[in-house]
């Protein structure tokens, strides 16, 4: 069975600082997904990494996969207050040979102070 | 529409009472997912559909869940004789084949009293 486990759950900031969230799945997946969600909204696609050595980057978040170490980060660069928000990685699960179903993380609170 | 979009916005029921949540996911996507969301908590997992089959249904709770998509299209999740516990956000999400990322409606959030 695939667990997804993400740290720290909660994380209080201060802006301009760097930050790291980490994302660690028990099984071999080559996909991996993460999201942001706003306080009563629901996900919002930030990257997809689809292969080992993955790395993206939007703005001041930076995301890499490494399947070996089924592992991936979500690198917060000079953070600012409109990063506020609950961060959550997704792994795809394969069931029966499908394509299948993302197993999410608990996600990780993010609080950015002035 | 643009988006995954998911009807009612808000359901409140009584305990016992059936419910059925509807999504209607983007335009031409073959794959179609209901996760379930507790407050504080990450999405969990009920069912994914690729076309009008369920691809998988691991997830669903128990037999009172129950889930289809007849035409390939549209999704209903059902819920017979409710209970406290089956209160949370129901979110929908589609995606163009099951390997690209899934775009989330903003889903249902059922409340039973």
Same mark, same amino acid.
């Given at each position: 069975?695939?667990?997804?486990?993400?740290?720290?759950?909660?994380?209080? !900031?201060?802006?301009?600082?760097?930050?790291?969230?980490?994302?660690?799945?028990?099984?071999? *997946?080559?996909?991996?997904?993460?999201?942001?969600?706003?306080?009563?909204?629901?996900?919002? *696609?930030?990257?997809?990494?689809?292969?080992?050595?993955?790395?993206?980057?939007?703005?001041?978040? !930076?995301?890499?996969?490494?399947?070996?170490?089924?592992?991936?980060?979500?690198?917060?660069?000079?953070?600012?207050?409109?990063?506020?928000?609950?961060?959550?990685?997704?792994?795809?699960?394969?069931?029966?040979?499908?394509?299948?179903?993302?197993?999410?993380?608990?996600?990780?609170?993010?609080?950015?102070?002035? | 529409?643009?988006?995954?979009?998911?009807?009612?916005?808000?359901?409140?029921?009584?305990?016992?009472?059936?419910?059925?949540?509807?999504?209607?996911?983007? *335009?031409?996507?073959?794959?179609?997912?209901?996760?379930?969301?507790?407050?504080?908590?990450?999405?969990?997992?009920?069912?994914?559909?690729?076309?009008?089959?369920?691809?998988?249904?691991?997830?669903?709770?128990?037999?009172?869940?129950?889930?289809?998509?007849?035409?390939?299209?549209?999704?209903?999740?059902?819920?017979?004789?409710?209970?406290?516990?089956?209160?949370?956000?129901?979110?929908?999400?589609?995606?163009?084949?099951?390997?690209?990322?899934?775009?989330?409606?903003?889903?249902?959030?059922?409340?039973?009293?």
């Amino acid at each position: 069975e695939l667990k997804v486990e993400q740290n720290p759950l909660f994380l209080s !900031m201060q802006e301009g600082k760097n930050y790291t969230i980490y994302c660690n799945y028990s099984t071999t *997946s080559d996909r991996l997904y993460w999201y942001r969600q706003d306080p009563g909204k629901s996900l919002e *696609s930030l990257f997809v990494l689809l292969s080992n050595g993955a790395v993206k980057q939007e703005g001041r978040l !930076m995301a890499s996969l490494d399947t070996k170490a089924r592992l991936s980060t979500l690198h917060i660069t000079a953070a600012v207050h409109d990063l506020s928000a609950t961060y959550f990685c997704a792994v795809v699960s394969n069931y029966g040979g499908s394509q299948g179903n993302l197993i999410f993380g608990k996600g990780t609170k993010l609080s950015v102070k002035p | 529409g643009a988006g995954v979009s998911q009807t009612p916005s808000n359901k409140v029921t009584e305990k016992g009472k059936y419910v059925e949540l509807r999504c209607d996911p983007i *335009s031409g996507h073959t794959a179609l997912y209901w996760y379930r969301q507790s407050l504080g908590q990450g999405p969990e997992f009920l069912i994914y559909f690729q076309g009008t089959g369920a691809a998988d249904d691991s997830g669903l709770p128990n037999d009172r869940f129950f889930a289809v998509r007849p035409e390939g299209s549209v999704s209903t999740l059902k819920i017979q004789r409710t209970e406290r516990g089956d209160s949370a956000v129901y979110l929908c999400a589609s995606s163009l084949t099951g390997l690209a990322g899934a775009f989330f409606g903003q889903g249902t959030r059922l409340t039973v009293v």
